[in-house]
């Protein structure tokens, strides 16, 4: 069982700034990366940005230079800093975990928290 519990999310101004943070617990020996989409009213969830065990990022390319994710190994914890928020960037953040056992890969998602950011 892996559990994820988020934090950081709130109501903020366009132009500021957020910090997120996810901490995975339970059966993580094997976490291949981890992640953050989100999820707006009436849309598809979508990728925000994602770092592997290696420490290789990827990001949407709506938040790069904007947006940047670190990981604390030690700490199995994933952070997202969000810099200069838009208001059509208001949506549920979502962690995301993804494990690979015996070559089969397994994504786990954490409960959400919402970022809305005011025009």
């Known amino acids: 069982q892996v559990r994820l519990v988020e934090s950081g999310g709130g109501l903020v101004q366009a132009g500021g700034s957020l910090r997120l943070s996810c901490t995975a617990s339970?059966?993580?020996?094997?976490?291949?990366?981890m992640g953050w989409y989100r999820q707006a009213p009436g849309k598809q969830r979508e990728l925000v940005a994602i770092i592997t065990n290696g420490g290789s990022t990827n990001y949407a390319d709506s938040v790069k230079v904007r947006f940047t994710i670190s990981r604390d190994y030690a700490k199995n914890t994933v952070y997202l800093e969000m810099d200069n928020l838009k208001p059509e960037e208001t949506a549920v953040y979502y962690c995301?975990?993804?494990?690979?056992?015996?070559?089969?890969?397994?994504?786990?998602w954490g409960q959400g928290t919402q970022v809305t950011v005011s025009s």
């Open positions: 995301n975990v993804r494990i690979i056992r015996l070559g089969l890969e397994n994504n786990y």
């Open positions: 339970g059966s993580i020996f094997d976490i291949n990366a």
